[in-house]
């Protein structure tokens, strides 16, 4: 039997499909920042919303002679750019013997997975797929552990100042039109 040198040919690395996968941990790889996109539409609509809110409180402001501030607002360069997410790879031997990577979208304590931990992981595959399937949940057999990695999201991107803002812009929209549809 002839023994394979593992660094020129390294074992075939494999991307499975099924929702679940339950396999020993092999390693985790060292994790890089992705970024998320934001859709246009979303963000001018919070941002349209969002100004109504601001008008109305600057002419509230110029009619009681506060002067008013604008705050520290974000630019719509960095509102579009997104969030940036943290991305582990993980890799794991299946009970089939077979090499399975996956990613990891957002932090995890870092002793919740050893190498050798038995685990079960729900996976779910990205858009593109030449990524590997995204881990939705882990539940780490060994140690009992239920672990759910929370990437970020566009609403938490956005914030929850402008988000107010924009809400209440919209409840402001919605005033006024019905004001008009009443006096119609």
């Known amino acids: 039997m002839v023994k394979m040198d593992s660094e020129l040919y390294p074992e075939r690395v494999t991307y499975r499909r099924g929702p679940i996968v339950t396999g020993r941990v092999i390693r985790l790889l060292d994790g890089y920042s992705r970024e998320m996109r934001v859709q246009q539409p979303i963000v001018v609509a919070v941002l349209a919303t969002a100004g109504v809110f601001r008008v109305m409180m600057l002419l509230l402001a110029s009619l009681l002679r506060a002067g008013a501030g604008a705050g520290a607002q ?3 360069k960095e509102l579009r ?3 940036e ?5 993980l890799r794991i031997r299946d009970s089939e013997g077979v090499l399975c990577e996956m990613e990891i979208h957002g932090h995890l304590p870092q002793t919740a997975i050893e190498p050798a931990d038995h685990i079960q992981v729900t996976i779910r595959p990205q ?3 030449q990524l590997a399937p995204r881990v939705e949940r882990i539940v780490n057999l060994t140690t009992a552990q239920l672990l759910t ?3 970020p999201t566009v609403w938490s991107h956005l914030g929850p100042a ?3 803002q924009a809400i209440v812009g919209l409840l402001l929209i919605g005033a006024i ?3 008009t549809v009443v006096a119609a």
């Open 177 to 179: 039109a019905a004001c």
């Open 127 to 129: 858009k593109d797929p």
């Open 149 to 151: 990695p929370r990437p």
């Open 85 to 89: 997410f943290l991305v582990t790879p």
């Open 162 to 164: 402008l988000l107010l």
């Open 81 to 83: 750019k997104g969030p």
């Open 74 to 76: 974000r630019r719509w």
